[in-house]
């Protein structure tokens, strides 16, 4: 059965930082590239940052470009997103999303996580 497992999440005041981890089991981890999506209060979902298999290529949306980074330790079945400067636009629910492929492919998920909550507030 596959599983993803995000954890990380939590309260924190804006300019401050986070590490989300996703732990993936049930699959050959490092035969797909994963990825991060994230819904804010009332909003629809919003891709974040993809990485490839092997961590060769990554990619990330362009509003998010410069604070956030996306890693992946191939050896511990584990996704990580480093996310830096916290701004109050950043509370959602992060959710890891499992590739059909060994490359990126925006919406192509076939897996998900329950998500972790991220609040930025003071």
């Known amino acids: 059965e596959v599983q993803l497992v995000e954890s990380g999440g939590g309260l924190v005041q804006p300019g401050g930082s986070l590490k989300l981890s996703c732990a993936a089991s049930?699959?050959?981890?490092?035969?797909?590239?994963i990825s991060w999506v994230r819904q804010a209060p009332g909003k629809g979902l919003e891709w974040v940052s993809g990485?490839?298999?092997?961590?060769?290529?990554?990619y990330y949306a362009e509003s998010m470009r410069g604070r956030f980074t996306i890693s992946r330790d191939n050896a511990k079945n584990t996704l990580y997103l480093q996310i830096d400067n916290l701004k109050s636009e950043d509370t959602a629910v992060y959710y890891c999303?499992?590739?059909?492929?060994?490359?990126?492919?925006?919406?192509?998920?076939?897996?998900w996580g329950q998500g972790t909550q991220v609040t930025v507030s003071s």
């Open positions: 990485i490839s298999w092997n961590a060769g290529s990554t």
């Open positions: 049930g699959f050959t981890f490092d035969a797909y590239a």
């Open positions: 999303a499992k590739d059909q492929t060994r490359s990126v492919v925006w919406g192509g998920y076939d897996f």
